[in-house]
């Protein structure tokens, strides 16, 4: 089955304690990316991945790191959580041109 | 620079009747548009697209869409509501431009069913 999976669903971390959220996509999508939802707000963009290799912050990057060692997984890293990272996450991947994104079930993370 | 207005953040409609959630875009380029749906403690799932071919994008689930480019819109209708459409519904733009396929999403339109 095509799919992105996420993991954790859900962690409850204290702060500053470094973690990381993994995804995998099995479509061999090039694009892949990164997602938090907060109430009133929509979704908002952390970072990107066109590539092995090429990665971009998005609109929210502060406080969080990416990796793109191979074209299937993309983890996301906070090195330092804060309560203000609390949030919904969202993994997604695609291929190229505006064909419409796969998202991932969501990672519930709340820093205390 | 491109933005999503989603105009309601609630919409209310009985079973069995028509449903309207409306989105209002802004793009500086010729843009790509998508509805998607968020049920409950659940991830996204694309409902439909529009990438420049037909104005009239018919998705899943008995959704459509129709872009009107004079009035910037992109409104999601349904012609009669089931219990199972209640859910969080996000109008998205996509960003064409080389180098960042960028998504930038509607804060969500919450529809709520009633029996």
């Avoid at chain 2, 480019?69 to 733009?93: G, I, N, R």
């Amino acid at each position: 089955e095509a799919q992105v999976t996420q993991n954790p669903r859900y962690l409850i971390t204290v702060t500053g304690k470094k973690l990381t959220v993994t995804c995998s996509q099995n479509m061999n999508h090039e694009y892949m990316s990164w997602y938090r939802q907060d109430p009133g707000l929509g979704l908002r963009q952390i970072y990107y991945s066109m590539n092995v290799e090429v990665t971009d912050k998005g609109d929210v990057p502060e406080g969080y790191k990416v990796s793109r060692k191979e074209k299937r997984n993309f983890p996301l890293i906070l090195e330092s959580p804060s309560p203000n990272q609390t949030s919904l996450y969202f993994c997604a991947s695609s291929l190229w041109g505006g064909v419409g994104y796969t998202f991932g079930s969501g990672t519930r993370l709340t820093v205390v | 620079a491109q933005s999503v207005t989603q105009l309601d953040s609630h919409v209310s409609v009985s079973e069995g009747t028509p449903v309207l959630l409306r989105c209002n875009y802004s793009s500086s380029y010729s843009p790509s548009l998508f509805w998607y749906v968020q049920h409950p403690n659940k991830g996204l799932q694309l409902l439909l697209k529009y990438t420049s071919a037909a104005t009239l994008v018919k998705g899943i689930n008995g959704f459509e869409a129709e872009f009107k480019k004079s009035e910037t819109s992109f409104h999601l209708t349904k012609p009669s509501a089931h219990m199972s459409d209640a859910a969080e519904y996000f109008c998205v733009v996509s960003d064409p431009r080389i180098g960042n396929e960028k998504l930038t999403f509607g804060t969500g339109t919450r529809l709520t069913i009633i029996p």
